[in-house]
């Protein structure tokens, strides 16, 4: 079946200006992941989903980041405001089971490559 | 607060030759760890987990708590198994803190 996806597959934005990112996570997952993969480093925890409620958001650098699931499937990750340490790739995966369960498998999507100038 | 070392950026071995990516952790608690890997112009995918305690494409990892690794090994290096290699851990519910990955080179 299909996997998780993930678009635009890349984004170039000028600084300043709003962004929004969208995951569409394999049907039926009930954990959804967002991370942040800075060149040359390993991905970071950004938030996570639980369907639809925003259970961590620890990970989000500042207040432009913004997540939502609303119906607990799609998730957008919108940055405002983008600045040029935002340039990163942005990698969502999604997991069936609810999170911290024993053997659950986070399964990532190809990611989004932002770009900010 | 967890942390996961992969102290080599790149690891270039000749295929046939044995292949070990180091992996060291930090959690005061009992950590599940895992290891990522990703192909050149693949997704990121998950390799094997210490709990199932499996070998996976001839790659095993075993964790030792004493010494906090979960190091990656293989006897033979092939050349398909060129790629970035990242060391997982989760600790606590949900989130993986993930190493800064070490890539690895087979050559023929």
């Known amino acids: 079946g299909a996997g998780v996806s993930q678009s635009p597959r890349y984004k170039v934005a000028k600084r300043g200006q709003d962004v929004a990112l969208r995951c569409d996570p394999i049907?039926?997952?009930?954990?959804l992941f967002w991370y942040q993969q800075a060149l040359g480093q390993g991905p970071e925890f950004l938030t996570y989903f639980q369907n639809e409620a925003q259970l961590d958001k620890s990970g989000l650098p500042s207040d432009r980041f913004f997540a939502e699931r609303p119906e607990g499937s799609v998730s957008t990750l919108k940055i405002q405001r983008t600045q040029q340490e935002d340039s990163a790739v942005y990698l969502c995966?999604?997991?069936?089971?609810?999170?911290?369960?024993?053997?659950?498998?986070?399964?990532f999507g190809p990611g989004t490559r932002l770009t900010v100038l | 607060a967890q942390r996961v070392t992969q102290p080599e950026k790149l690891l270039s071995v000749f295929k046939g030759a044995p292949v070990e990516l180091k992996c060291n952790y930090s959690?005061?608690?009992?950590?599940?760890l895992f290891w990522y890997v990703q192909y050149s112009r693949q997704r990121l995918q998950l390799l094997l987990r210490?709990?199932s305690r499996e070998s996976i494409k001839g790659f095993t990892a075993d964790l030792n708590k004493g010494e906090t690794s979960f190091h990656l090994k293989k006897p033979f290096a092939q050349e398909e198994d060129s790629a970035m290699y990242y060391c997982a851990l989760r600790g606590g519910y949900s989130t993986l803190t993930f190493g800064k990955g070490t890539m690895l080179l087979v050559s023929p």
């Open positions: 210490h709990i």
């Open positions: 959690y005061s608690g009992s950590p599940e």
């Open positions: 049907s039926g997952h009930v954990s």
């Open positions: 995966a999604s997991s069936p089971r609810l999170a911290g369960v024993n053997t659950d498998t986070q399964y």
